[in-house]
């Protein structure tokens, strides 16, 4: 006679449901949540504990056995501990500097072009991202603590839901979902909390399960308190930090897209206005990817000058053996056109960051503000790395050739 209870009503939620989940979550003052974590291709399971205590703590502990993971999100600073006997790590990064430093782009944009939206205060989140590695054929995903002045929402399986185009099925007091052909997952549509997420792969399953969630009690507040780094262990501090002004350049550029792409908007308008637009844009374009192109751009020159260096000693110990100036030449020649090639192979890699960001494409002016920044990039590049990088190798050679 119970039969009837596992037939549950499935209905297709109305489009605009999910982001008003994510308002609503917004709303959540705090919560903890206990999940449990299992695979078909393991006998062990792990837990992971989300503790939410505001838009600016979060703190997010995941593993098993001896080896755990703790990190932290707290007034804008991020932090991370991993207590494994394989592998230790620490790290720790003042996420209020890394987007200080775009301060003066952010001021561009808002005075040269009045409609864009301010940058926001810096939050704390939980950040869930999940994706299938065609490669390997594997299912993957990562639960961790964030800095973002992005979403309001605490949730970040919401945020992703939202940036993959996911469609809400209802199904009683759920919200579910499937993406990329691999994961499922089920959201509760009172509070958005996850509830249930499985990713699958040829191999086999993961899933991830709610225990238990408190939304009425605040977790303590030494759970927001970050420890001094250990002694033992990795620091990945430079990691965190890379990830971070990652993190913070694409939403500065997402609004900037937002911006100058949108109907209506600098690039669109008559002839003459449109050729100050233009200027206006390529300007606060050169100003951005000063600052992108200088992280990207350091290992390289590091990795050069080590190149240069070694070519050197190279030649002067060629020519201490006798070796003829056609041969130490000969030798010049070739490592320049591998440098050249490698610097070719640098400069193909940046265009991908010139493409529209998701969920942009279908602003009117997008193709020609990614054409204008594509330009604007290589530019900088060809000035700022690629000329002086070959000049200072061609002068290690006439050093080593003397």
Not at 78 to 105: K, N, Q, S, T
Not at 132 to 149: C, R
Not at 188 to 215: A, C, H
Not at 389 to 395: Q, T, Y
Request: net charge negative.
């Amino acid at each position: 006679m119970f039969a009837f209870a596992a037939i549950a009503l499935v209905v297709a939620a109305a489009p605009d449901q999910l982001e008003e989940l994510v308002r609503r979550s917004a709303e959540v003052p705090h919560f903890r949540a206990n999940f449990q974590l299992t695979s078909t291709v393991s006998t062990s399971a792990s837990e992971i504990v989300i503790d939410y205590g505001g838009p600016t703590r979060v703190r997010v502990d995941s593993g098993a056995g001896e080896a755990r993971t703790s990190m932290w999100s707290v007034d804008g600073t991020l932090a991370i501990v991993v207590d494994d006997a394989a592998r230790p790590m620490h790290g720790r990064v003042d996420c209020r500097e890394v987007y200080g430093a775009f301060d003066a782009v952010d001021e561009q944009l808002r005075r040269e072009f009045p409609d864009a939206k301010p940058r926001g205060e810096l939050r704390s989140a939980v950040s869930m991202r999940w994706l299938f590695d065609e490669k390997v054929g594997k299912s993957n995903y990562a639960i961790e603590t964030t800095i973002t002045t992005g979403s309001p929402s605490p949730m970040g399986w919401l945020d992703t839901l939202v940036q993959k185009g996911a469609t809400p099925v209802e199904e009683g007091e759920l919200l579910k979902f499937s993406t990329d052909g691999h994961f499922d997952l089920s959201v509760s549509r009172t509070t958005g909390m996850l509830q249930d997420f499985r990713g699958r792969s040829p191999k086999g399953e993961m899933r991830l399960v709610l225990k238990s969630v408190d939304f009425a009690s605040p977790p303590p507040a030494e759970r927001f308190e970050i420890p001094a780094a250990p002694a033992k262990g990795d620091d990945i501090s430079l990691e965190l930090r890379r990830s971070i002004a990652r993190a913070a350049e694409m939403q500065l550029r997402r609004r900037m897209y937002d911006t100058l792409a949108a109907a209506k908007g600098p690039l669109d308008g008559p002839e003459s206005a449109h050729g100050l637009a233009t200027l206006k844009v390529r300007s606060l374009c050169r100003k951005f990817h000063e600052l992108t192109l200088e992280s990207l751009a350091t290992p390289l020159r590091e990795r050069s000058a080590k190149v240069s260096a070694g070519v050197v000693e190279r030649l002067r110990k060629l020519k201490s053996e006798g070796r003829t100036r056609e041969e130490l030449e000969t030798l010049c020649a070739k490592e320049t056109t591998s440098l050249e090639e490698q610097l070719a192979s640098f400069s193909t890699s940046l265009q991908a960051r010139t493409q529209p960001p998701t969920g942009t494409d279908g602003l009117p002016n997008a193709r020609e503000l990614a054409a204008i920044e594509a330009t604007v990039l290589q530019e900088l590049l060809k000035d700022r790395v690629v000329d002086p990088v070959l000049a200072d190798f061609r002068r290690a050679c006439d050093e080593g050739l003397r």
